[in-house]
């Protein structure tokens, strides 16, 4: 992945420094801060014991970032880490199950495994793939198999609690909202900013 996705590069002065009633009064700048110290103490902590996260929160606030910088860390101490799009991820449920192809078959089958079986499983965007009823039956699996397992899983998604419930159903939304911890990320498009001054 991108050398830049390391927690020294973040920067808080692309978030807001003004309080927000919706936000309880922090500014986004101040929640974002908080949200940056839990991830990087997740990466420094990390064991089979730490919890799921959900990141949640409008597109380009950082969150496909501050995963991919929790899975160099992980990683760099040794453990097992996917990383995936959420389309590429259940792209793989969909081609293990449906390919005629042997090989196309046993490559998914392997993604698959990996999956299910890594130390930690990150879901980057999960909302933008083509919804169909198996591809929610494939996120229900890798969600509920790493759950009993238990295996810890960061998902991340521009998609609110209603429409997660609303796209995926209850059982999913339930599990999303019940067993993970939620992260509510927040500001203005980091991607609009930098190119607005040129960066």
């Keep these: 992945r991108d050398e830049g996705e390391r927690f020294e590069s973040f920067r808080p002065d692309y978030y807001s420094s003004e309080p927000e009633p919706e936000l309880g009064g922090l500014s986004p700048r101040e929640l974002m801060r908080m949200v940056f110290d839990t991830c990087r103490n997740y990466a420094a902590n990390f064991s089979l014991r730490s919890p799921n996260l959900l ?13 991919a910088c929790i899975a160099r860390e992980v990683a760099q101490r040794g453990f097992s880490v996917a990383y995936e799009s959420a389309s590429a991820a259940l792209g793989e449920f969909e081609t293990q199950r449906f390919s ?15 999956y299910l079986g890594c130390d930690l ?15 929610v039956s494939a996120l229900y699996q890798l969600i509920n198999l790493r759950l009993t397992a238990p295996r810890p899983t960061i998902i991340s998604t521009n998609l609110g609690e209603e429409e997660l419930a609303r796209r995926y159903g209850g059982q999913i939304a339930s599990r999303l909202t019940g067993e993970y911890e939620l992260l509510l990320f927040a500001g203005s498009d980091i991607r609009r900013l930098k190119k607005e001054r040129g960066l």
Excluded: C, N, Q, Y
């Design 55 to 67: 990141f949640h929160g409008g597109p380009g606030l950082g969150k496909t970032f501050l995963s």
């Design 100 to 114: 005629r192809d042997g090989e196309e078959s046993a490559a998914a089958s392997a993604k698959v495994r990996e």
């Design 121 to 135: 499983m990150i879901l980057d965007d999960l909302g933008t793939e083509m919804s169909t009823s198996f591809t």
